[in-house]
């Protein structure tokens, strides 16, 4: 194949920009990554006629082998599936009204381009937002952002791992992904919620099942057991939200003890004697009560990883929007990490290297094309909030100035493949705080709840039928990763950067045409592929290029931190700067009681938030949702197993579903399966089936932990009441 | 019986039901039929550890199958050279005798076609070289195939490994 295979074609708009080649007779293989959630595995896609016939997990990344999940399975679904969207779409009526009308791309761009022009009028250019799910292609949605002067690029993670990532950032100066587990040669591993064979990352379930299988510990710490907790050696039922006060204990033990790494610290670690204050009454006894782990549990463990370090890993959480000291469960845990002295050495936490470290050059940034945007950030993420990452913001303040116009008004917000609809609690009140914008845009290959609620919904290619930019993803070995265009659009539909292009060339912004002008994916592939030494051919022959031949480890001599004193900094810094404590008191949890319970939620391996539902296969698959509650309590309340059962989180919506009477939920804690209860009426698979949660979790939108900027969705307490045939029992 | 073995190590098993769709779409199956399955159970508690079970269920290709007795075409079939139990859609009528004769509840219906679908170890794949669809795409890799006796078998060493442990921290 030609390495430089550009072909300039005079393009209309109207015209969909397919690879050369796609569509052709015969069967071939491309290599692409998987679309049906945010981890985006990377795979091989069989193609015969135009048809995908097989997928599989791209076998050049040996760690994922031809390993796929269900969801990724049932991609075949999403492509032949009609309910979702196949032009553009403005809205007819009123916002949320249903009633669309079909438009050519060029209307629907036009429309677009028209009212953001008005918005930049009425509040410049940083009065435009975008949020989208984070991962490895934010370069061009940033650089779409920027490009028109906002500084408003936002990725989910106020509802999903800002906490973890921002704890990171606080102790070890980087984000929480710079970190890689090697569970290969890991002895025990500590996760605190983080349900890893259900909240599926494939190759991360893969090495975790084999490190088990090689006798690996496992301690899972979590009120709910799941199925992770049935793979461990070790499960502590905790009471809900008191995850931080134990690890507050076992800092105090691991001191006690003097089992830290002495030489590691020494050297890395800064804020020994704050740690020690910080830590002097958390004894193993005074957290008996707040946990429910015994002061002699808790010993037992400590000395257990005392002989397994460094090879003990404490995982610091994905999901981590949990509650209102999540961010500081996520820093100790890290803290925990450094006091084993595992950073950067086999078996522990593996520090992610740049093409760089290994003498190459990484992906040429989309975003250097466009001018430096020096207006300050909506959400203050940087600057009036230091501790939040800039890169990745907190959405939930979006929303706050949309509402409020402080510190400025947003007029037009982008959502591109994110829900925050289902993504984020009380959708109600996010609805409120978008009444007022000009524009709303919804980017999706599906109808999202939010999709539904916006002026315009722009139908994306599916994964299999469009063609990316290129991501770069640091790891152990550095990685150039592709996703090539399997198949031809069923629909009238079109790639992101395309979309992106078609928007910005529509402004009066001479930056902003430039930024993206690309006439075919090749030109801009081969633009992020300029100084790299790799070419579009070699990218198609593997999907996956690796940047060096094996891992190296950074020689412990040679170990920085990007910290403002360059070391691993137990009192931060930057949180000093932000006013907060860098490991304050923990906050006591009043046990619920009566009909009162702390709502808990999370997704099996076959649901990927609210997106999977409507996938005739996965539909298929979807647990009926049920309410786990413990034995104790629901006998108090007379509810038996499979009693229909009401539950009300303090707004108007109610939501009824059956009981699950279990001891394996703790007992101040209810928990159901989160993505159910969409209401999308042209996704009828998903229609209406199960509670939306995020429904339940009624005033909490702007309701975050303070220090990580995470919403506080467990902070939610819900009322749950027997219904019987007459109506709600008592 | 078929001279293969499709096992399932339960212990490495984490009920993801990837198994089912990869065989799904490998027979290009819509809802309904599921020539797979993973029968879940709720966790028990086992030396104070929540323990999940999950039983792999897709054809167990009997030595004397049922469901080929009971067709009247001739459609349902046992491959002569390997003991691989099919049916050949060109001949089923569509009867559902083979569903009822199945002990297992392994034959499926097809409301696509109006015939019976099953689990035929993905024949064509095998006889290409390859493995079923459930097994090469599986998540954790806890399903394996093979002819009997070839096919790695976890089990003994990782119970020696248990009593090992079992003796060095007691």
């Given amino acids: 194949m030609a390495d430089n295979d550009v072909r300039r074609v005079a393009m209309t708009s109207s015209m969909a920009p397919n690879v050369s080649g796609v569509g052709a007779p015969g069967r071939r293989m491309v290599y692409s990554m998987c679309g049906m959630c945010a981890v985006r595995c990377p795979m091989e896609v069989t193609v015969e006629d135009g048809r995908v016939t097989w997928l599989q997990g791209n076998l050049h990344d040996e760690a994922l082998g031809a390993s796929l999940c269900a969801k990724g399975a049932a991609g075949l679904f999403l492509e032949s599936d009609d309910e979702r969207p196949q032009t553009p779409l403005i809205r007819a009526g009123e916002r949320g009204g249903g009633r669309w009308r079909r438009a050519s791309w060029d209307e629907a761009l036009d429309y677009v381009a028209e009212k953001l022009k008005e918005t930049i009028e009425a509040f410049g250019g940083r009065g435009i937002a975008l949020s989208d799910r984070g991962g490895p292609f934010v370069d061009l949605t940033r650089t779409f952002v920027h490009a028109l002067g906002s500084p408003n690029y936002f990725n989910h993670d106020a509802g999903c791992m800002g906490n973890a990532h921002n704890a990171s950032r606080s102790l070890y100066g980087f984000g929480a992904a710079e970190l890689i587990f090697d569970l290969q040669h890991c002895k025990h591993l500590v996760l605190y919620g983080r349900n890893i064979v259900e909240s599926l990352m494939v190759k991360e379930a893969k090495a975790f099942m084999g490190a088990v299988a090689r006798g690996m510990r496992c301690t899972y710490i979590d009120p709910r057991a799941t199925i992770t907790a049935c793979k461990a050696t070790r499960y502590w039922q905790v009471r809900p939200k008191s995850d931080y006060a134990l690890n507050l204990a076992i800092i105090h033990e691991v001191l006690e003890q003097e089992v830290y790494d002495k030489e590691f610290v020494a050297r890395f670690v800064s804020g020994m004697d704050y740690l020690r204050e910080a830590v002097k009454d958390a004894t193993p006894e005074w957290q008996e009560p707040h946990t429910g782990v015994t002061a002699a549990e808790l010993r037992a463990f400590v000395t257990e990883i005392a002989a397994d370090a460094p090879q003990v890993i404490f995982h610091p959480g994905w999901m981590s929007a949990r509650h209102k000291q999540s961010f500081y469960v996520s820093r100790s845990a890290a803290i925990l990490n450094a006091l084993m002295g595992n950073i950067e050495v086999p078996g522990g936490c593996v520090l992610g290297k740049a093409p760089e470290h290994y003498g190459r050059t990484g992906l040429h940034q989309l975003i250097d094309r466009v001018p430096e945007v020096k207006e300050p950030r909506v959400d203050g993420a940087g600057a009036a909030r230091p501790q939040w990452d800039p890169a990745i913001g907190m959405v939930h303040q979006a929303f706050a100035a949309m509402e409020t116009e402080q510190p400025y008004g947003i007029g037009a917000y982008f959502a591109y493949r994110h829900d925050p609809f289902t993504g984020l609690p009380d959708p109600e009140a996010t609805q409120r705080a978008m009444e007022k914008l000009k524009l709303i845009v919804s980017i999706d290959v599906r109808y999202s709840e939010m999709g539904w609620f916006a002026d315009v919904i722009l139908p994306e290619s599916t994964y299999l039928e469009r063609a990316n930019i290129l991501c770069q993803m640091n790891g152990p070995v550095p990685v150039f990763s592709m996703r090539d265009q399997a198949i031809v659009p069923r629909f009238d539909s079109r790639p992101a950067w395309w979309i992106f292009r078609e928007i910005l060339r529509r402004t009066d912004i001479k930056e902003a045409r430039e930024a993206l002008d690309f006439e075919t994916i090749e030109e801009l592939w081969n633009y992020q592929l300029d100084g790299t030494g790799v070419t579009i051919a070699e990218m198609r022959e593997t999907g996956v290029v690796k940047l060096a031949a094996a891992p190296t480890l950074i020689p412990r001599d040679e170990l920085t931190f990007p910290t403002p004193s360059g070391k691993i900094e137990i009192e931060s810094e930057v949180l000093k700067q932000a006013g907060l404590e860098s490991l304050p008191k923990y906050m006591p949890k009043e046990a619920p009681t009566g009909e009162k319970f702390t709502l808990l939620f999370a997704k099996t391996a076959t649901l990927a938030q609210g997106q999977s539902l409507n996938n005739p296969l996965l539909n298929e698959r979807a647990p009926k949702q049920v309410l786990w509650i413990h034995p104790d309590r629901a006998a108090a309340l007379g509810i038996a197993d499979g009693d229909e059962v009401e539950v009300n989180g303090g707004g108007r919506y109610t939501g009824c579903l059956r009981a699950k009477v279990t001891r394996w939920i703790h007992p101040e804690a209810v928990f159901m399966l989160h993505g159910y209860g969409a209401t999308v009426p042209l996704a009828r698979r998903a229609l209406g089936l199960g509670v939306a949660d995020q429904r339940l979790q009624h005033g909490k939108l702007y309701d975050f932990d303070p220090a990580g900027g995470g919403c506080a969705l467990t902070e939610t307490v819900v009322q749950v009441k027997r219904r019987t045939p007459e109506g709600v029992a008592g | ?170």
């Fill in chain 2, 1 to 170: 019986m078929s001279k293969y073995i499709l096992r399932h190590d339960e212990a490495n098993c984490i009920g993801c039901l990837a198994c089912e769709v990869h065989c799904k779409t490998n027979k290009d199956l819509g809802p309904g039929p599921n020539p797979c399955r993973i029968i879940a159970f709720d966790p028990v508690e086992v030396n104070g550890l929540p323990r999940a079970h999950f039983v792999f269920m897709p054809c167990f290709h009997c030595e004397d199958p049922w469901c080929v007795r009971a067709c009247p075409t001739g459609a349902m079939q046992k491959r002569e050279k390997d003991g691989i139990v099919f049916v050949e859609p060109s001949l089923c009528i569509g009867c559902k005798s083979c569903i009822a004769a199945c002990p297992w509840g392994a034959v499926q219906w097809n409301p696509a076609t109006n015939k019976v679908i099953k689990c035929d170890y993905c024949k064509d794949r095998i006889d290409a070289g390859l493995q079923p669809a459930c097994v090469t795409k599986c998540v954790t890799g806890c399903l394996s195939f093979g002819e009997a006796n070839e096919v790695p078998d976890p089990r003994r060493e990782r119970y020696a490994r248990y009593i090992v442990a079992e003796e060095a921290s007691s």
